[in-house]
């Protein structure tokens, strides 16, 4: 029967390298780990995105402000739910988007 190391026991070895070795194994790690892997486009991993629609609280986080925020844009209009279920409002990828823009642009 054949011991093979657990997650566990390669943590615990980590965690009692020195500095430097540690330092050299994550940059090993890093610039190996997915070298045979396809260098994958933003569109081939986010495409998907395009035509997804995201929850009021998804959207907030996306645009990086509070709920209140986002419903305060709502009510301004100027931002405009893409689809509304019950008392839930559903926000295109495409105008949050947009609507970063402008929030960078104002910052």
Known sequence: MA???TAED???QIKEMPEKE????????V???FRDQENYSHEE???HLKTELFSAEEAANYLEISLPTLRRLVQSQRLKPKQII???QLFSATDLKQI???????L
């Open 10 to 12: 390669v943590f615990l």
């Open 31 to 33: 610039n190996n780990a």
């Open 22 to 29: 540690r330092v050299k194994l994550f940059t090993l790690v």
């Open 3 to 5: 011991y093979a190391l």
């Open 100 to 106: 970063k823009k402008q929030i960078k642009k104002t």
């Open 45 to 47: 991993v986010f495409g």
């Open 86 to 88: 019950g008392r839930s």
